[in-house]
């Protein structure tokens, strides 16, 4: 396992970053990256993200640049049953995998959504390797359907 020196922030994306989350958002889902590629290669869009929910990033500090190697973004629901947390895209870079980088976005996470006081935190996930990393870190899987309608 390598030693790393590495370090998590929330916010503070800024434009020289981009190509890092670009190929960390390609390992995710291809399908849906290049879809949306045009807008997410944008800082704009960064920014507006940064406005509305909290952009986890975990930064290689042993690295030129500090380049991001994991990422998850936390989004606030204030709905009328209270305050959630929903967690959307998280991933760590292929070769940083095995080395605690999503514990620290977990950990994060938590820490981030105890300070909102959210009661819970939601996800979907489809790859099953992901599912077993979620259920050791306490989620419960619920029987809901997901629907989904392309604009
Ligand atoms: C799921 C994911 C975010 C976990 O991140 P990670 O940095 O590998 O997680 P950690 O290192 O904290 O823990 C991974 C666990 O799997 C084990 N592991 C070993 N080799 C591994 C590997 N190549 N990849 C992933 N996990 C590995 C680790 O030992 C660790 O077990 P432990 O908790 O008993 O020590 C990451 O594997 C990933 O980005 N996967 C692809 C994208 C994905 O599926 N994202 C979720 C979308 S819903």
Not at 72 to 81: F, Y
Request: with cysteine; hydrophobic share 35%; net charge positive.
């Amino acid at each position: 396992m390598k030693r790393l020196k590495i370090k998590v922030y929330c916010n503070g994306v800024k434009k020289s970053d981009l190509p890092q989350i670009l190929n960390l958002l390609g390992q995710l889902s291809t399908s849906t990256f290049a879809k949306n590629r045009k807008i997410i290669q944008e800082i704009s869009h960064w920014r507006e993200v940064m406005k509305k929910s909290f952009l986890i990033n975990v930064r290689d500090m042993k690295k030129e640049g500090n380049p991001i190697v994991g990422m998850a973004t936390l989004i606030p629901h204030i709905q009328s049953l209270g305050r959630f947390g929903n967690i959307q895209d998280v991933i760590v870079d292929e070769q940083y995998r095995g080395c605690g980088v999503g514990a620290m976005l977990w950990k994060e996470i938590v820490k981030i959504s105890k300070e909102n006081n959210f009661s819970r935190v939601d996800l979907t996930s489809s790859k099953p390797k992901a599912q077993k990393w979620y259920k050791k870190l306490g989620f419960e899987e619920h029987k809901t359907k997901f629907f989904r309608k392309n604009l």
